[in-house]
């Protein structure tokens, strides 16, 4: 069936790191990729999307490429703040079929000043 | 303001005994979901509602779980008999569109059986 596998952590990493969160997937289809976030307190939001291969989906410094060759959605950032910690979420949707989310576990990750 | 309000955050119950977790979403979403996450593990799909009615269930959502939205703004999610692997983050979701994949989540509801 379809499935996503993430980096699993929990990761600390300091102030203005490189960041790199890997996923994988399996699906039968043609998935949208996301990558959700959870702050503390918090519920889980969208941080950004891509709908079809070699799309590049960014927002706040973030970035994931659609690899269908490596069925992989890694999430980036060059240089993390304290407020990026919380926990990171990848996912797949299967377009034209059903409306669920397909997760990963999550990572947290904790970014120290 | 969120856009999807959950209560209560934390449940405590004993095994056997009926659970309800509601979920109040701001009015212009159309499509409500119910996800779980037991400890250590990943988000699972529950069930999907639209326009009153399911639209689509995994197989965790057996006749143990119900939704409904009566009133238009509470959706609410039913465990009517609890057990001890009921015990898990229940996270209600709305979404404008449908298949988009784009869902607006609360913060989670935490329910633990005893």
């Known amino acids: 069936g379809d499935s996503v596998t993430q980096m699993e952590g929990p990761v600390t990493l300091s102030e203005e790191a490189f960041l790199t969160i890997n996923c994988t997937y399996t699906a039968t289809g043609y998935p949208s990729l996301f990558w959700y976030v959870q702050y503390p307190g918090e519920g889980l939001q969208l941080l950004l999307k891509?709908?079809?291969?070699?799309d590049k989906g960014s927002n706040k410094g973030f970035e994931a490429t659609y690899r269908k060759e490596t069925t992989s959605f890694h999430l980036e950032k060059g240089s993390v703040q304290v407020s990026d910690s919380a926990v990171y979420f990848c996912?797949?949707?299967?377009?034209?079929?059903?409306?669920?989310?397909?997760f990963g576990k999550g990572m947290k990750l904790t970014v120290n000043p | 303001e969120p856009e999807v309000t959950q209560t209560p955050s934390h449940q405590v119950t004993q095994m056997g005994q009926e659970v309800i977790l509601r979920c109040v979403p701001i009015s212009n979403h159309l499509y409500f979901y119910w996800y779980r996450q037991i400890l250590g593990q990943k988000v699972e799909f529950l069930v999907s509602?639209?326009?009153?009615?399911?639209?689509?269930k995994s197989e965790i959502f057996d006749d143990q779980f119900s939704v409904e939205r009566p009133d238009g703004s509470n959706f609410t999610l039913k465990i009517r008999s609890t057990k001890l692997e009921d015990s898990a983050m229940y996270f209600c979701?709305?979404?404008?569109?449908?298949?988009?994949?784009?869902?607006?989540f609360g913060e989670g509801s935490r329910l633990t059986v005893l």
């Open positions: 891509a709908t079809k291969a070699d």
């Open positions: 979701a709305a979404s404008s569109g449908q298949h988009t994949g784009e869902l607006f």
């Open positions: 996912a797949l949707n299967l377009q034209g079929g059903s409306e669920k989310l397909v």
């Open positions: 509602f639209y326009n009153n009615e399911i639209s689509e």
